[in-house]
């Protein structure tokens, strides 16, 4: 009888620290860069993710938890983004929605998979960041080959006759689009007649210029930021280079235009199909406007990845980051302000979406992105 009752007691305070352990906070890491020159996405991954935190605590939670949200600054360098989940790994975190850059994203996500942590990145779009045969990698963003693709037969169908310029920052993102664009725009027998690598943080392109300006350059592919991408349009307007300017969803952010200037009209660029023009997200969209804040770009792509997290967590009635994973890519599809969702074995999505863009005034006299009809 003692033997018995001892097994029930045991079973007993099994079962309260199970229910304990359910109603446990569940802590979401966010890693962006939240500071630097790559501010502007940084500040779309948190605010993406705060909304999707406190819209899901408001209705309830996560199978009777909460989720807190701490947040790492990863200033797109590949070395603090390390530190950043070194540090979530000691502080408990056991899901991460980041981070932005790929270059910063790859080195990171080894230590989650190292430390069973699971991640959604909403903008990272190398390969290599799903190729790896990692258990713990998602991202609700397409990819550079997908992309790519696009953007080299838009080149070949358009600007068949015009001599191009492949141009990339030297990143794991900014050199992966411009092969990949490179790819298709050779399979489309269109060769370029230039394929240059810039420094990031370069402020002069003057040199860069002059050279496409003697070699007749009509198309400009870019691979790379918002940044360098703006000074570069800037740039060439200035020195008299009349070079249609093609790009990525690296330069999704109104900050381009700021930095552009005037120029930036005209510009095109490939990102999937803007989400805030899914009726499923004009209720969230309707918050973050009422807030003050533009959710453009990747703002509701990291809500997105917030919402995958939390259903895979209901999904799986477990807050075990290896079950988790498991149901995400068996179950499906997730609803979320982008669309429906499901995922391969990769962890990549099993849509294809990418669309151009072309930079226009609007009747604000707000020179942004709008999709190319």
């Known amino acids: ?44 991954l948190q605010k993406g993710a705060e909304q999707a935190v406190a819209d899901i605590n408001a209705a309830g939670g996560i199978n009777g938890s909460k989720l807190v949200l701490e947040l790492g600054d990863d200033a797109s360098k590949p070395e603090q983004g390390v530190s950043v989940a070194n540090k979530f790994v000691g502080d408990g975190v056991t899901f991460v929605d980041g981070h932005f850059n790929s270059g910063v994203t790859i080195p990171a996500s080894e230590v989650y998979a190292e430390n069973g942590i699971l991640f959604v990145t909403p903008a990272a779009t190398n390969p290599q960041v799903t190729e790896r045969g990692l258990w713990n990698a998602f991202r609700t963003c397409g990819r550079d080959d997908q992309q790519g693709a696009v953007a080299g037969k838009f080149i070949a169908d358009h600007f068949k006759d015009k001599k191009v310029a492949i141009i990339h920052d030297k990143t794991p993102y900014g050199q992966g689009l411009a092969d990949e664009t490179k790819k298709a725009l050779n399979a489309a027998g269109v060769t370029e007649a230039m394929y240059e690598g810039i420094d990031v943080s370069t402020k002069d392109f003057s040199a860069l210029i002059s050279k496409m300006k003697d070699a007749g350059i009509g198309v400009t592919y870019f691979g790379g930021l918002h940044t360098e991408g703006g000074l570069i349009v800037r740039q060439s307007a200035d020195a008299g ?13 109104d900050e381009f235009a700021s930095i552009a200037g005037p120029a930036a009209e005209g510009v095109l660029n490939t990102f999937g199909p803007d989400p805030r023009n899914n009726p499923a997200a004009a209720a969230v969209v309707k918050k973050f406007r009422d807030a003050g804040f533009e959710p453009e770009a990747y703002t509701l792509y990291s809500y997105a990845a917030v919402q995958v997290i939390a259903g895979g967590i209901t999904k799986a009635g477990s807050t075990d980051p290896q079950k988790v994973a498991e149901t995400l890519k068996s ?27 072309i930079w226009k005034k609007g009747d604000d006299g707000k020179i942004t992105y709008t999709e190319l009809k």
């Open 331 to 357: 179950s499906g599809p997730w609803q979320t302000v982008i669309g429906d969702l499901s995922f391969d074995a990769k962890g990549d999505r099993t849509s294809l979406d990418y669309v151009m863009y």
């Open 241 to 253: 280079l009349k070079s249609q300017f093609i790009s990525g969803d690296g330069i999704v952010s």
């Open 1 to 44: 009888m003692k033997m018995k009752l001892l097994s029930g007691v045991v079973l007993a305070a099994g079962l309260a620290f199970a229910g304990q352990a359910l109603a446990d906070d569940i802590k979401l890491g966010v890693g962006g860069p939240l500071t630097g020159p790559n501010a502007a996405f940084g500040a779309q």
